[in-house]
């Protein structure tokens, strides 16, 4: 058997991936010049690992010395629940609404590597799903699966932008597809409905607004010019999700039970109760522990208006 494009994406969709796409391993030339230009702005705030390993995110083959494609997949984690906008409840985003991403991808990446590698056992390989140091998001867009939308989200046109991306560094070679084009047009719901002017321009977020930074990455005081901005958000923030079009009309429920709502919104009272046993027993398999239980506590006051 060879291990063809066809027999990937068969594998792929097999293990329950949703999107997959192939790209030559080039060095990403504009692109690193953009990235560059976004952390010399001060754009990714104190995410300093950004600008480390900087040679590996501009040439994979730094990475796997014989890298030839990247595989790109694409794993929808969309639920349609809405959140409860009640007071005294803080909404977490919705890809931290079930189990850890990171770990169900990891499993699912090792099984199908080790399948290609049966299927040959020349190909090698080296995955990543959010945390090393390759531009997920510009190989998903030279792998076609979808265009990077005025919110910097990858925005796919069968499924929206729900959806989490892996990928897949190898020697082998495959045929590539063609970069999809910017279907956003003249659309700016995601600029008008941010509530901290984070995308400062079309493409460009400024981490240092961006809710999603400041409740999680974020290790300082939440600036208080934002006090009146958060809209109840907890972890993270859907809002330039919420409002895209192509989000509202293509966005499918996923199959993965793992994604089911357990934390979708979190009582700030129980919140302010948790001491580190209990926040690591209750969120050890969830995406939230990544905000640490301190960084918890201090979105929940920054958010609540009795400001307990
Ligand atoms: S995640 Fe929220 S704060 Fe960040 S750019 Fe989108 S709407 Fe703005
Ligand atoms: S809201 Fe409009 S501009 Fe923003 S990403 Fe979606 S289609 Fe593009």
Not at 19 to 48: H, P, T
Not at 225 to 250: A, R, T
Request: one cysteine or more; charged letters at 30%; proline letters at 2%.
């Amino acid at each position: 058997m060879k291990l063809t494009n066809k027999l990937v994406i068969e594998k792929a969709k097999e293990l329950g991936f949703d999107l997959v796409g192939f790209s030559r391993a080039e060095q990403l030339v504009d692109e690193s010049v953009q990235l560059k230009k976004w952390i010399d702005s001060g754009y990714n705030s104190k995410m300093s690992y950004m600008e480390r390993n900087f040679e590996k995110r501009f040439d994979v083959s730094t990475i796997l010395p014989n890298a030839k494609s990247v595989i790109s997949l694409g794993l929808n984690y969309y639920s349609e629940e809405k959140h409860n906008e009640e007071k005294g409840l803080g909404k977490i985003s919705r890809y931290a609404w079930g189990k850890d991403y990171h770990l169900i991808i990891w499993e699912m990446l090792e099984i199908l590597e080790e399948e290609f590698l049966e299927i040959d056992s020349s190909f090698e390989s080296i995955s990543y799903v959010d945390t090393g140091p390759v531009m997920d998001k510009v190989w998903a867009i030279r792998s076609g699966i979808g265009w990077q939308g005025k919110n910097s989200n990858i925005i796919s046109r069968e499924m929206g932008s729900w959806f989490f991306i892996a990928t897949i560094i190898t020697n082998f070679e495959f045929e590539y597809n063609e970069i999809k084009s910017d279907f956003c047009g003249s659309c700016t719901a995601c600029i008008e409905a941010c509530p901290t002017n984070a995308i400062v321009e079309p493409y460009v977020i400024d981490s240092n607004k961006c809710i999603s930074y400041l409740t999680i990455e974020n290790k300082d005081e939440i600036n208080i010019e934002f006090k009146n901005n958060f809209q109840n958000w907890l972890f993270g923030c859907d809002i330039c999700q919420d409002v895209c079009p192509w989000n509202k009309k293509f966005a499918t429920k996923t199959s993965r039970i793992d994604f089911r709502p357990i934390n979708k919104e979190l009582n700030l009272a129980e919140i302010y109760a948790l001491d580190e046993e209990k926040f690591k027993e209750e969120f050890e398999t969830s995406p939230i522990k990544r905000a640490k239980l301190t960084g918890l506590k201090r979105n929940a006051k920054f958010i609540d208006c009795s400001g307990t």
